[in-house]
């Protein structure tokens, strides 16, 4: 879909891709319906076919916060504590819309993986260390509105193919806060125009 797990495409995921459609088997999952539930273990790991998922987890309110997303074409599983740890997740996945998933079971990729490419798990775990590391920088040091800013260069279509409210809970900012950055930039695109 787009650039939005820009982590992604720093990996050669097609050994990975290539077995999955070989051995997998194609599961819908109805919008809200969990590959996994926060605190269990995650059995799968997936291509999504149609739809995309997103990975959310409790606060203390025990409200979902969504931590990130899996699209069309990409990887949906829990990698750190279910592929690599074999540990409960401390996320849930749930399809955001009705979605599609071709999957195969953690063990069988994890055994298939280590097998044929070796260095795949250090590979991708740098990559998703650098990714968080990045995520909760930006967190940090970045105001939310220069965190939308990122977002949608990064996925441009990203306020018309996901809920506001996921897009504000991935930020980390209240459905209104996005509300308010989103009015800011109509008034001054509307402003620029009158400049011209």
Known sequence: MAELNEFMTRIDLSVLNDYVAANGKSVVYAKGVRIVQQGRLCRYVGVVKSGYFKYVALNSKGQE??????????????????????????????????????????EDARRFIIERNPGF?????????????????????????????????????????????????????????????????SAADTSECEDI
């Not at 949906?76 to 279910?82: A, E, K, P």
């Not at 260069?153 to 950055?181: C, D, F, K, T, W």
């Open 65 to 106: 916060v969504v931590t990130g997303f899996s699209f069309e074409g990409e990887v949906v599983t829990d990698y750190v504590q279910g592929f690599l740890y074999d540990q409960p997740s401390l996320t849930s996945i749930v399809a955001g819309c009705d979605a599609e998933v071709q999957r195969v079971s953690v």
């Open 121 to 185: 798990v250090a590979e991708v775990s740098s990559n998703l260390l650098q990714e968080a590391y990045c995520r909760y920088l930006n967190m940090l040091v970045k105001t939310p509105t220069e965190r939308f800013h990122e977002l949608v260069s990064r996925y441009p279509g990203v306020m018309h193919n996901l809920p506001i409210q996921e897009i504000a809970s991935y930020l980390g900012i209240s459905r209104r806060q996005l509300h308010r950055i989103r009015e800011a930039e």
